[in-house]
């Protein structure tokens, strides 16, 4: 039988790329390279739903009140009992610059607050030196120097000779806020509200927590969130303030700590500041300064266009969990002209604070 003659080797094409195409290929690498270096963090937020797990949702305890009702009615509609004289409150902060909202939050609360204790630092939590601004201001709040019990910290400022995590520094200011409030004449079973300057609770909310039995021992405040002044509600997300029913276990924190929050317990302005500088500074100076990713951030005149349409500071999504309310939040916060159950000493003084009510957004340098 005849052989067959083999079959001819196949041998693949080599298909020729031009040098354009090539060119076109590199700069397309490059560019998409560049894109990605500048908005990594941007990606990683809109991909957050994928990658993180949401905390487990609060039990919410609503929130009943109106004029005029009595103490009795209002601690029975929450399940609880009317105490027949009131605990002391002892309201606790960490301070850096917001003297304004320190003013709002210091007047609202002073006929239901027995001690402010506040302390305050000679650097940031980045490690940047600062003024003692409460110190230097101190006749601002003269009103309430009876009740003002006032510490300091003496921070540590960054060489940069290594790189700081600026949570471990604010982590030792709570551990000294810890010796400040126990130094406060604090006892058991007084309440003490955990939060930093820009969270106020409300005064009904402090009322409860006088005059009523039963309230949970650690309990988190639910607080409407705004950003940047009154004008640009957020939502109602902010939720690490607390309230404790203080004893000897009872430690300063500004993260998780109980499963139950009350609804609608005050307010929450995050860079509500009078000055283009005051933002700069805070920007600079919080535990998130990282997110500074480049000088123009800091420019006064981006920084006034953002305040005034809503956008965000530091060009970032929403932190959000699912793919729903990531779409839902993106773009610029919505303005309102309501100024409705707001602090009523903001109301008083309107004309001072014109610059957190609607219409006020712009800002002096």
Sequence with gaps: MARRPPLPISVPRRIPFSKPFLLL??????????????????????????????????????????????????????????????????????FSNELDILEIRFHELFPYVHKFVILESNTTFTGIPKPLFFQENQQRFEFASSKIVRGTFPGQVDLGRTQRNPFDLESKHRVAVNKLLRSSGIGPGDVVIMADSDEIPSPQTLQLLQWCDGVPPVMHLELRHYMYSFEFPVDYSSWRATAHLFGQSTQYRHSRQSDIILADAGWHCSFCFRTIDEFVFKMTAYSHADRVRRASFLDHA?????????????????????????????G???????AVHLPSYLIDNADKFRFLLPGGCVRAD
């Design 332 to 338: 610029s916060i919505p303005k309102s002209s309501s």
């Design 25 to 94: 290929l590199f700069i397309l690498v490059t560019v998409c390279s560049i894109g990605f270096f500048y908005n990594a963090q941007k990606i990683s937020y809109f991909f957050r739903p994928v990658w993180d797990t949401p905390p487990r949702p609060f039990t919410r305890l609503p929130h009943y009140y109106a004029q005029n009702v009595s103490m009795d009615h209002l601690c029975k509609l929450h399940g609880w009992t009317v105490r027949s004289s009131p605990r002391l409150v002892f309201d606790a902060v960490i």
């Design 302 to 330: 981006r920084i006034q266009k953002i305040i005034c349409e809503g956008d965000d500071l530091f060009d970032m999504l929403p932190e959000e969990y699912t793919f729903h309310e990531l779409i839902k939040k993106m």
